[in-house]
């Protein structure tokens, strides 16, 4: 099972950024899917989740300016983020939670995509 994840680079202040993540592997089901971030020196936060019903939840520090959405027939997710700010500054992984088979699986985590907000 691998979480690819995709669309970080360098931004301006008020920019776009768009980071997508797809589930590749032998896998029953994908449950919920999130966005993580992590700044240097310092433990993963979360940023947005979405389950499989399509119910997102958002850290506040991004509310109202980044979304997450989500095709499971792809098993991919999307994190659009808007008027992102120089604090948006960080590494972004992308988790899942995975089905192997109907009774067996756990949580997977990206490699990791640097999202730098700089002018």
């Known amino acids: 099972v691998q979480l690819v994840e995709s669309g970080g680079g360098l931004v301006q202040p008020g920019g776009s950024l768009r980071l997508s993540c797809e589930v590749s592997?032998?896998?029953?089901?994908?449950?919920?899917m999130a966005w993580f971030r992590r700044y240097p020196g310092k433990r993963r936060e979360f940023v947005a989740s979405?389950?499989?019903?399509?119910?997102?939840n958002y850290a506040d520090s991004v509310k109202g300016r980044f979304t997450i959405s989500r095709d499971n027939a792809k098993n991919t997710i999307v994190l659009q983020m808007n008027s992102l700010k120089t604090e948006d500054t960080a590494e972004y992984f992308c988790?899942?939670?995975?089905?192997?088979?109907?009774?067996?699986?756990?949580?997977?985590w990206g490699q990791g995509t640097q999202v730098t907000v700089s002018s």
């Open positions: 988790y899942g939670e995975i089905m192997v088979t109907w009774s067996t699986g756990g949580d997977y």
């Open positions: 592997g032998n896998i029953s089901s994908v449950n919920d």
């Open positions: 979405i389950t499989r019903g399509l119910m997102t």
